[in-house]
């Protein structure tokens, strides 16, 4: 069975930095691509970032490349998304996901990945 947990979330200041973790279970960063993603209050579920298994290939929602870079531990089997430069309106529950359609490779960021694990909060604010 597949478990995905994000960690590392917390409160911090504009301009500060975070790095979450995503632990997987049941999947392999050898064969699974891992996304994050984000929901504000009030607001829809948006992706954040993408690494595929393959290539390491990554990708970024415009709103935070430049900010956020994701990157994957094969020997730990966790990703993680290291969160920098932080705004107030990048508050949000961070959510780590894998897709059973997709696979090795990134979908579009705007597709909902199926397999979803437990969040974690960052609150940016002064």
Request: net charge neutral.
């Amino acid at each position: 069975q597949v478990q995905l947990v994000a960690s590392g979330g917390g409160l911090v200041q504009p301009g500060g930095s975070l790095r979450l973790s995503c632990a997987a279970s049941g999947v392999s960063l050898d064969d699974t691509a891992i996304g994050w993603f984000r929901q504000a209050p009030g607001k829809e579920r948006e992706g954040v970032s993408c690494i595929s298994s393959a290539d390491s290939s990554t990708y970024y929602a415009a709103s935070v490349k430049g900010r956020f870079t994701i990157s994957g531990d094969k020997a730990k089997n966790t990703v993680y998304l290291q969160l920098n430069s932080l705004k107030p309106e990048d508050t949000a529950v961070y959510y780590c996901a894998t897709d059973s359609a997709y696979g090795s490779s990134c979908p579009p960021l705007w597709h909902p990945m199926d397999n979803w694990g437990k969040g974690t909060l960052v609150t940016v604010s002064s």
